[in-house]
């Protein structure tokens, strides 16, 4: 298939992107498909390599295509597998695209005969959800152990909550979220968190994907630029790509997301970071990167997201403070998820917002949705008032650390010096980094059904520079399971030296 820019006037890798999709949609490019190499489409194309990467950036993360290590770019998601795709839907008609194949040409007739069913960015974001849909959040790296969940007294606040609001649990709850809840909320971000905030900050939500849902909504628009860390968290990448957002990358090292990079985008409105916890390689982001990334705001007038999903499980040294605390309340948006630390069923996440934002934000929850059911509000708010929260986390570290602590020592046990533990002082899982060289993905694959989520990192790269390395996931994971998912990893290692 030959793809020519078009005339729309939009930037030349929009262009691409889109073509490159439609003919994914189409058929023509069917799952399995390679997509020609960055370099080779930027010669044919007469446009520069850079141009290519940001089109395949943009699919990967919406999750058209997979990277493979040695083979190129596969297609993997066809107008079968989106949700509700027809087909016939396609890119703006003034797309010129030649095509070399009679498939091609026959779906672009339906195309032409059709009217689309979904948006460019309904397609963007149900691609997305499809994509986690399959990675399945119950077994990925960052998934917790339910049964460490206290089910007994959460069923018991769950009653008590009902019982002492009565009839007012029928009503739809108050447009923020309940006030005990965010009181109980800002109150714990300031003790443990660093925060500086009040209740009037605090929104209750559903989940960090409805976050990032609204801030797209309210503070980007079509053609923003947004800029995300690589590697990053897919599903911020897809809900920004689905809002017509353009997602640019910074790099992250070994003292987090290298925020001297912000300044190379002066027209940025928004930069998404995990200071405490990088997503997915788990450093920590250094104080001056920190206030280099407050100046830039600033000076710009850019929002900074604060995702702090698991920076409650810390297990060796004092919690760092949220950069919030930092910023004197006008340019970060704090977001915490209590999907992550206590369980995904419950369905509460919160947005500390600047006291700016909080109207705007309220107002248009009321229109998106509105807030969680008020019933378990309620009961998070006892669950936290009453000291389960805090008990509960104490507990939690001590499971996870020793989980953490079983890993590293297997890792080493099993692999010698040739698998390096990232860092994991705080959450869920840990980087295991191979030379570059190794096929992560091929890793995994083999490694996967022993207990323990494993992962490719370079799954987690939109760019073609990645490192490669296996998330693994300890949160769920039991001793047996890190025991035989170790195991499976060092075989599969030596399977691959053996060879070659
Ligand atoms: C970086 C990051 N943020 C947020 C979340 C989860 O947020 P939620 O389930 O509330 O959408 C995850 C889950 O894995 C994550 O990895």
């Not at 083999?446 to 370079?458: D, E, Y």
Request: glycine share 10%; charged share 20%; net charge neutral.
């Amino acid at each position: 298939v030959l793809i020519t820019p078009d005339k729309t006037g939009a930037p030349l890798h929009v262009q691409l992107y889109r073509q490159l999709r439609a003919h994914i949609l189409s058929g023509a490019l069917a799952p399995g498909a390679l997509i020609p190499s960055a370099r080779t489409m930027a010669a044919d194309l007469g446009v520069s390599r850079n141009t290519v990467e940001a089109a395949i950036g943009q699919l990967w993360a919406e999750g058209f295509v997979v990277r493979r290590v040695g083979v190129g770019t596969i297609v993997t998601l066809g107008a079968d597998s989106v949700p509700f795709a027809n087909p016939a839907i396609s890119a703006p008609p003034s797309v010129g695209v030649v095509r070399s194949s009679a498939r091609a040409t026959g779906a672009n007739a339906v195309m032409a005969a059709s009217p689309p069913r979904l948006s460019a960015r309904g397609l963007a974001i149900a691609a997305g959800g499809r994509a986690e849909l399959d990675a399945d959040a119950r077994s990925g790296p960052c998934a917790v152990d339910v049964h460490s969940f206290p089910q007994r007294i959460w069923q018991r606040l769950i009653a008590r909550a009902a019982r002492q609001n009565g009839a007012d649990l029928l009503l739809p709850g108050a447009p923020q979220g309940d006030l005990a809840l965010r009181t109980a909320i800002s109150d714990h971000a300031r003790l443990t968190r660093g925060l500086q905030c009040s209740a009037q900050q605090v929104l209750v939500l559903h989940s960090a994907q409805q976050a990032l849902d609204l801030i797209s909504r309210l503070l980007l628009g079509p053609g923003d630029v947004a800029l995300m860390e690589e590697p990053g968290y897919p599903s911020a990448t897809a809900v920004l790509a689905g809002a017509g957002v353009i997602v640019r990358s910074i790099a992250v090292d070994d003292e987090g997301a290298c925020t001297e990079q912000l300044r190379e985008h002066p027209a940025a409105r928004l930069a998404y970071l995990t200071p405490s916890h990088q997503f997915p390689l788990g450093v920590t982001l250094s104080l001056a990167r920190r206030l280099t990334a407050i100046n830039w705001a600033r000076q710009t007038g850019a929002w900074i997201l604060e995702d702090d999903y698991d920076s409650e499980f810390r297990y060796d040294d004092r919690p760092v403070a949220a950069l919030q605390g930092l910023d004197g309340r006008d340019h970060v948006l704090y977001l915490g998820t209590f999907n992550k630390v206590l369980f995904p069923g419950i369905r509460l996440a919160y947005l500390v917002l600047p006291p700016s934002l909080v109207d705007a934000f309220t107002s248009a929850l009321r229109m998106t949705d509105g807030p969680p059911a008020p019933l378990l509000q309620a009961a998070l708010a006892m669950f936290i008032a009453e000291g389960h929260f805090a008990a509960h986390l104490r507990r939690s570290r001590r499971i996870y650390g020793a989980r953490r602590d079983l890993l590293v020592e297997q890792l080493k046990a099993v692999s010698g010096d040739r698998i390096v533990a990232g860092a994991s002082s705080t959450g869920l899982h840990m980087v295991a980094h191979f030379p570059d060289d190794a096929d992560d993905v091929r890793i995994a694959a083999a490694s996967t059904g022993h207990g323990m989520s494993v992962s490719p990192l370079s799954a987690y790269y939109a760019g073609e520079s990645k490192a490669r390395g296996l998330l693994l996931g300890f949160g769920a994971a039991g001793d047996d399971g890190i025991r035989r998912g170790a195991a499976a990893i060092a075989a599969e290692l030596n399977s691959r030296r053996s060879a070659s």
